[in-house]
């Protein structure tokens, strides 16, 4: 169904076209009822066949907010209703927003922004002060690579690391990517562009994500960086993606398997003085490098010599793949990475990654993240936190007395 008041707000969100089809929406819509023409689109929506599920949970929300503003007296010596009543005010369907979530069929109504973003967070307090979260929530992220970076993009938005996130992904979801993505059999072949920005998305309406569906290549790589950053609070304009043409990067996160992206975006970066962090997803790995804090830092800590972007486009299969072992580090691999090296394209279809070692990824993308962008004195390296190491099998315990054998 296609309305003219649906289709005059948004017309690729709201209402299916030739160029963007529901099943490859990933931006929520956010309607304001005490808009007219919000009001009068939502109406029509409510009444349309797309919609599926109304989900009006505003009371709840509310009595959270205000036990987060004070946690001694949240009602202020107030019945609850009295005070949900003088907070939402004589309209509580025109409070806060209404979001309305095209590839699901869901509306759902929220707080407004502010509001939505302090209750949100509030149980990250404070561990994160709501000062360093209103900071973390102003800085855009970049990430390329999202099978494993995905669940890095999701960790960052869901801990209030980043407001702002450009993904790029060439890939779709495939059934051997659901040992590790989080997703369902229902979304196989859906671009993980995509993928990731809806599960950010329903994480917090307000995100402003942008999205490369062709991943990161010499023709759009200067636009995934974006301009450079006056400062560490710029501003931003929406790009046609939703995102921010004219804001840069914060920060780089890098998992993506093509060796000239990889080099190429560090070079981007250095130039930018833009800090990378990359997971290995095998014993821990994290790289972090802080070209913020040095311009001539060289890539991937020297391990790779001066091999720069356009050295790699031209080598063979041979030349990368010991480019590649130079990366990462090839004596610090684990025995089963090691093993899979020598098999991969003969009895093993591609490189061994566990759901486990991805969490553990995005967990320690995310705490680095959150420490660089808030200013603390983080510098580069390489660190490891291996399990096996951490967690080491020992000699068998002895049996309880008395048990049978």
């Not at 907010?65 to 009543?85: H, K, N, T």
Request: hydrophobic share 40%; net charge negative; with cysteine.
């Amino acid at each position: 169904m296609t309305t003219p008041l649906l289709t005059g707000l948004e017309p690729d969100l709201l209402a299916p076209s030739s160029s963007r089809p529901f099943d490859e929406s990933f931006r929520p819509v956010l309607l304001d009822i005490s808009r007219p023409a919000d009001a009068a689109a939502l109406a029509e929506l409510r009444e349309s066949d797309r919609l599926r599920e109304v989900h009006d949970r505003i009371d709840d929300q509310v009595e959270e907010l205000l036990r987060c503003l004070a946690p001694q007296d949240p009602f202020g010596s107030r019945s609850r209703s009295r005070a949900l009543a003088d907070t939402l005010g004589p309209r509580p369907d025109a409070y806060g927003r209404w979001a309305w979530y095209p590839w699901s069929g869901r509306l759902v109504h929220v707080l407004p922004e502010a509001e939505f973003r302090l209750v949100r967070t509030d149980r990250n307090r404070d561990k994160i002060t709501r000062e360093q979260q209103r900071s973390l929530l102003r800085r855009r992220i970049g990430v390329i690579g999202l099978s494993v970076g995905s669940s890095a993009a999701l960790t960052c938005a869901m801990e209030g690391v980043g407001g702002a996130f450009r993904l790029a992904d060439f890939d779709r979801l495939g059934l051997s990517n659901l040992n590790r993505l989080r997703a369902g059999v229902h979304e196989l072949g859906l671009e993980k562009s995509v993928l990731c920005a809806r599960r950010m998305y329903e994480l917090d309406p307000y995100l402003d994500i942008e999205i490369h569906r062709g991943g990161v290549d010499e023709e759009n790589i200067e636009e995934f960086f974006g301009g450079r950053n006056s400062g560490q609070d710029g501003g931003q304009g929406k790009g046609e993606e939703g995102g921010s043409q004219d804001r840069g990067l914060d920060l780089l996160i890098e998992e993506c398997d093509t060796p000239w992206v990889k080099v190429a975006a560090r070079e981007h970066a250095r130039g930018r003085g833009v800090p990378v962090l990359m997971d290995t997803n095998d014993r821990g790995l994290l790289d972090i490098e802080r070209f913020d804090l040095e311009p001539d830092r060289p890539l991937f800590h020297g391990r790779t010599g001066t091999t720069t972007a356009a050295d790699v486009e031209v080598m063979d299969q041979e030349e990368t793949i010991r480019f590649l072992l130079a990366v990462v580090d090839e004596q610090r691999l684990s025995p089963a990475m090691t093993d899979a090296l020598t098999r991969v394209g003969r009895t093993l279809s591609s490189w061994p990654q566990l759901a486990s070692g991805v969490m553990l990824g995005a967990a320690l993308v995310t705490d680095t993240a959150r420490r660089v962008l808030l200013g603390e004195p983080l510098g580069s390296g390489r660190h490891s936190i291996d399990f096996e190491a951490l967690v080491p099998a020992g000699a068998p315990l002895p049996a309880p007395q008395g048990a049978a054998l």
